[in-house]
């Protein structure tokens, strides 16, 4: 695979991740999408061995999902300003610790956001319960599915 076309696939699984943010783009499946399209260009075992964490961890992730209460993250008052700053929590936490950093980053940037928009503490805590409560668990346990599969195919890239 050349690196252009490694490029593509990193640059549809990065879409991928950001539409898991956006409402009703099925960000997961692109993200799913990038890695098939490298494991079937890829000769290496490594890429079907990825392929296959990917679509269980995807399938897990559903299954997680349709378990949480539906979304209903506009009705509690969720911008997309919200969304940019809990993705790149997310992606920050991801990095600096990796993994499970995801998970307090989100909900840093929820806060954040509603800090920065509230300006007081007690008033963005309140807002960030809502928002997890109202959806929030579910787009967070998407994304960070989303971020594994992403951090599995790029370690494979770099190490493999």
């Known amino acids: 695979m ?3 076309e490694l490029l593509l696939v990193g640059l549809v699984i990065l879409l991928g991740l950001c539409g898991v943010l956006v409402p009703g ?6 993200v799913w999408a990038a890695v098939l399209w490298w494991a079937l260009k890829d000769p290496r075992a490594v890429a079907w ?3 296959v964490g990917a679509t269980v961890a995807l399938l897990l992730s559903q299954v997680v999902r349709w378990a949480l209460p539906p979304r209903r993250v506009r009705e509690s ?25 995801a998970i307090p980053g989100f909900m ?7 800090r ?7 008033e963005a805590r309140a807002a960030l319960r809502t928002a997890m409560r109202s959806g929030g668990w579910s787009v967070l346990a998407e994304l960070f599915t989303c971020l594994l599969i ?9 190490w493999g």
């Not at 783009?25 to 692109?30: A, D, F, I, Q, R």
């Not at 920065?116 to 007690?122: A, N, S, T």
């Not at 992403?150 to 770099?158: K, P, R, S, V």
């Open 2 to 4: 050349g690196v252009w």
């Open 25 to 30: 783009v099925p960000g997961s499946w692109l």
């Open 49 to 51: 061995w990825v392929l």
């Open 77 to 101: 008052g969720a911008t997309s300003r919200m969304a940019v700053y809990a993705g790149s929590g997310a992606f920050l936490g991801f990095v600096l610790l990796p993994v499970l950093g």
């Open 108 to 114: 840093g940037g929820v806060y954040l956001s509603e």
């Open 116 to 122: 920065l928009r509230l300006g007081r503490h007690g």
């Open 150 to 158: 992403a951090g599995a195919w790029l370690g494979a890239e770099l």
